[in-house]
């Protein structure tokens, strides 16, 4: 809808341009501009809600729903990231003007974080031997952020670090999940061929 539009791309940049304007007061929830089938990106631009902007705007949040479902502390910054995927993606850079470009301008800093991440619980780990099977519901959604974004991506209208963080992500959570496996004492699923 409309109001989770508002909600999950420009929420969070509306409220600091309140307050940082020392003005108190909110946004309304509901604008009713999305009533005939069309949403507005953080440019103002009006485009139909089943633009590949708006899906993945939504994917997006249902990923960092996802990830915080559990609620792991340290995936607290990656919901945070996430929420920064959102505004970069919500200002397609085609008729973006200079000053939404430089507010939601998307970092290689994140894809550094997660690949020290990586690293340090790789090192924790045995080594990879066998095909593991999938037992995250998050890289499922992933799948899905990271296929949108990469058709925006390759239009020009999103930062490219943006889909090279969702890759990186994707081995985060993976080896996530192989630590939190070994933590608990519990055996990795590992693929068996049929017979």
Known sequence: TETFLMRS?????TLNDYAAEGDNRLPKIYTKTGDRGFSNTFTGERRPKEDTIFETLGNTDELSSAIGA?????????????????????IPLSPARDSHIKKTKFTAQPITDLETWIDNFTNELPPLTNFILPVSIVRFILTYVTTNVASIVC?????????????????????????????????????????
Do not use: W
């Not at 930062?159 to 081995?171: G, I, M, P, T």
């Open 70 to 90: 559990p609620l792991f502390l340290f995936l607290l910054q990656i919901q945070c990231v996430l929420q920064d995927v959102g505004s970069n993606i919500a």
């Open 155 to 195: 239009s020009g209208e999103a930062d490219a670090e943006v889909a090279k963080f969702l890759n990186r992500l994707s081995d985060y959570l993976f080896t996530l999940a192989r630590y939190a496996t070994m933590k608990e004492g519990n055996e990795e699923k590992i693929y068996r061929r049929s017979k």
């Open 9 to 13: 791309t420009t929420t969070h940049q």
